[in-house]
């Protein structure tokens, strides 16, 4: 039974659909970023250790820029967890009034529903009265 919620569960739905999408592009992100981050975290190991054996070498620079691009990573991810924190209070707050919206068209249904059972009932009623009222006009 099609109720005046339709539309706005369809609604609802559909942008869940569109934070869901957006919830999983930023995860993936933040996975590049981890992914990056450990392979940043590994290439300075190698090189601390290289600095160690070789000591001819001057790595402070390459280590410094390693650390900076460990920040910018670092800055990043923070950006990446407010932005998915966001997504994630909207997502929670959707479905909550998806919910709602549900909940509503089911109790405009079982209204519905409801109505209609009262209308069956008052025309049996009505006939059943029409019956009695018969037979007693019958017997007089």
């Known amino acids: 039974m099609r109720t005046p919620y339709d539309t706005l569960i369809r609604l609802g739905e559909r942008g869940l659909d569109e ?9 993936a992100e933040r996975a590049t970023l981890e992914r990056r981050r450990a392979q940043l975290e590994g290439h300075m190991r190698e090189a601390e250790a290289c600095a160690t054996d070789a000591v001819l070498i001057d790595s402070h620079l390459y280590l410094a820029r390693m650390r900076a691009e460990k920040a910018d990573l670092a800055a990043a991810r923070d950006g990446i967890d407010a932005r998915l ?6 997502a929670r707050d959707a479905l909550g009034q998806l919910a709602a919206t549900r909940s509503a068209a089911a109790d405009f249904r079982a209204a519905r529903h409801a109505e209609a059972a009262r209308r069956e009932h008052r025309v049996i009623d009505d006939l059943s009265g029409a019956r009695h009222a018969r037979s007693l006009i019958g017997r007089a």
Request: hydrophobic share 55%; aromatic share 0%.
């Open 85 to 90: 924190s966001a997504l994630r209070d909207g």
């Open 19 to 27: 934070m869901r999408r957006a919830i999983l592009a930023e995860v």
